[in-house]
């Protein structure tokens, strides 16, 4: 019987292999680390963070509205002054729900970006206060869940909106879910207002509230609409998502990428201690970059 000999690797090809066993392992705890990253940001963002970035965000566009109201610029239609369409974020109208102590800037647009700021105006409906139905989409839990509670309304509750053309009062007519039969339309002359959000356990929607007001005050001047209805993008419906590729995703997660693995190249060049120091904030603001723009790919009335 013949037995093989097993010829010995030289130093060189010993070396060669240690070196990419190593890389190897450097990009899968690279990789490792960025998902965690991903994940805890992710978790941070919607518990904790996006409260607070909510809450800015409403600061800036009350100061914001505030100031237009007081120099009698406040926007009063689809369009401002030089006919353009208002930008998505624009602040319109101040929204007051006194039995659930609400008070939220209503933004232009409905989109998951625009919606992580405040309650946002539905673009192919009258604005708040004018002849027609006008519909207003909020959050349910993450970034302040403006909405959150509207099921505890009741018939005869009170709404109030602050426009550009002033104050009007709504009386709220019943809560509507997914079968429910809708009230009878507007008449001609007259307004509504309906408040949309997700239903469903906390960050998990599985349908949509509906609370119908009918305007009790006087209907403000309606201008011609210049978005017809049903021609909104599908993201700005209610429980969309972005549509298209989310570039600055993608852009964020690369750099995210590129640093964890630069971390646990420096982890075996300098050590435990200096690397934590480097590049546990750098790792920090990555990761909430990336769940910031993550969650915005999450159904808007999330």
Do not use: C
């Not at 998902?35 to 409403?58: E, K, M, N, P, T």
């Not at 992580?116 to 604005?127: A, E, F, K, Q, Y």
């Not at 993008?233 to 429980?239: D, I, R, T, W």
């Not at 969309?240 to 982890?267: C, D, E, H, S, T």
Request: charged residues 15%.
């Amino acid at each position: 019987m013949t037995v093989a000999v097993q010829t010995p690797l030289a130093p060189a090809q010993v070396l060669s292999r240690v070196r990419s066993v190593t890389a190897v392992r450097h990009l899968a705890r690279g990789g490792l680390l960025s998902v965690a990253a991903l994940l805890l940001g992710i978790v941070v963002q919607l518990l904790l963070l996006s409260d607070a970035q909510q809450h800015s965000a409403q600061q800036a566009a009350f100061d914001q509205l505030r100031n237009q109201l007081a120099l009698g610029t406040a926007p009063v239609a689809q369009t401002d002054q030089q006919g353009h369409l208002h930008a998505p974020g624009t602040p319109l109208a101040l929204l007051k729900v006194p039995s659930l102590g609400i008070q939220q800037v209503v933004l232009e647009g409905t989109d998951s970006t625009v919606l992580t700021d405040g309650p946002g105006h539905r673009r192919d409906t009258p604005m708040p206060g004018q002849s027609g139905t006008s519909v207003l989409l909020g959050r349910a839990a993450a970034y302040g869940g403006p909405f959150g509670r509207l099921d505890e309304l009741t018939e005869g509750d009170r709404i109030t909106v602050v426009t550009g053309q002033g104050k009007a009062t709504y009386e709220v007519l019943g809560a509507r879910r997914a079968g429910d039969p809708a009230p009878a339309p507007v008449a001609a002359g007259e307004g509504r207002l309906v408040l949309i959000t997700a239903t469903g356990p906390h960050y998990m929607p599985g349908g949509l509230l509906r609370i119908d007001a009918d305007l009790v005050s006087a209907p403000f001047q309606t201008p011609a609409a210049v978005i017809r209805s049903g021609t909104l993008p599908v993201a700005e419906q209610p429980l969309a998502r972005p549509a298209g590729v989310p570039w600055p995703l993608v852009m964020w997660l690369q750099a995210l990428l590129a640093v964890a693995v630069a971390a646990v190249w420096a982890w075996h060049r300098w050590g435990r201690h200096q690397t934590w120091i480097v590049f546990a904030p750098v790792v920090a603001v990555l990761g909430l970059q990336v769940a910031t723009r993550t969650t915005e790919l999450l159904p808007n009335l999330l």
